[in-house]
């Protein structure tokens, strides 16, 4: 698949068939993560790999409250849950770089597409999950201190085809030079 093909045809997936992700297409999804790009190259990433019941039945209980990737979670075969190393991505020698503190959560972002891009193109569906119980889940899986969950990332045959939501348009968001100036390029 090209890849403005992927990007563009890439749905959030909630709801899966029974199908199962072999350890194969598990290990090319890891290997999308580990390719991604980082601030300085640091890796902050680390994935849990999760497929026992019990487990999905636990970080379900730890979700938003009527959270849509409920049933995801407990339908899919597999769920990844992408974390971060707190600390490293955005500092040098111990000193953050920016004024937006620890970068962990843009390089997270980042291996989070590469993960779900690299899944769309095997077949398999996903959808980002972020909005649950943070310190609850990195109980759960047992992280160490300087490691954060970030997102839970459902993986899985799709049910059903989706349809892309509405696209804001290039104009209502693209500045040339200066914000609020058009540009003549689109």
Known sequence: METRDCIKSR????????QPVTNEMISEL???VRWSPSWANTQC??????????????LVKLLSDNNP?????????????????????GAKKGVMQTDKGDWFMFDLGIAC?????????????????GSF?????DRLLE????????????????AKEVNAPPRKDLESFVHAEKYGQKPDFI
């Not at 749905?11 to 029974?18: E, Y």
């Not at 993960?115 to 569906?125: E, M």
């Open 11 to 18: 749905r959030s997936i909630r709801r899966f068939t029974g």
């Open 30 to 32: 890891l290997e999308a």
């Open 45 to 58: 990433w680390e994935v849990v790999v999760v497929k026992e019941t019990p487990v999905k039945e636990s």
């Open 69 to 89: 990737g409920a049933k995801g979670i407990m339908e899919a075969p597999v769920v990844m849950v992408l974390c971060g190393k707190k600390g490293i991505s």
């Open 113 to 129: 597409q590469n993960l779900c891009l690299a899944a769309h193109d095997l077949g398999l569906g996903t959808v980002h999950i």
């Open 133 to 137: 119980n943070h310190q609850g889940v």
């Open 143 to 158: 992280l160490p201190e300087d490691i954060g969950s970030v997102e839970i990332i459902p993986v899985g045959f799709p």
